[in-house]
């Protein structure tokens, strides 16, 4: 069982950057793949990006490829994901994921956080 918190999300201006951590709580942290999907009002919640156990595979979605980047510190149960060159498109609530694996479908997360609303405006 783990328990996810993210943080970091909050108001940012168009080409602005910001950074979103999730603490997890809960034995093997290290064993799980990770992940970061967003769900922006009336859309299905979608996969930004994921990270496997040792760190050496990561995936990004096409929408936020070369502007993010997802990381992890295993010493520090937390998981990272920098975002730069920000886009109002980019608005929507970050959720933090864990499962066995990376995975870039929501239905195949095991455990969920709560989310961090991130908004890209001027």
């Known amino acids: 069982q783990l328990q996810l918190v993210e943080s970091g999300g909050g108001l940012v201006q168009p080409g602005g950057s910001l950074r979103l951590s999730c603490v997890a709580s809960?034995?093997?942290?290290?064993?799980?793949?990770l992940g970061w999907f967003r769900q922006a009002p009336g859309k299905e919640r979608e996969f930004v990006s994921t990270i496997n156990w040792s760190g050496t595979i990561k995936r990004y979605a096409d929408s936020v490829n070369g502007r993010f980047t997802i990381s992890k510190d295993n010493a520090k149960n937390t998981l990272f994901l920098q975002m730069t060159s920000m886009k109002p498109e980019d608005t929507a609530i970050y959720y933090c994921?864990?499962?066995?694996?990376?995975?870039?479908?929501?239905?195949?997360?095991?455990?969920w956080g709560r989310g961090t609303q991130v908004t890209v405006s001027e």
């Open positions: 809960g034995r093997n942290f290290g064993a799980y793949g």
């Open positions: 994921g864990a499962a066995w694996g990376p995975r870039d479908k929501a239905a195949e997360i095991d455990y």
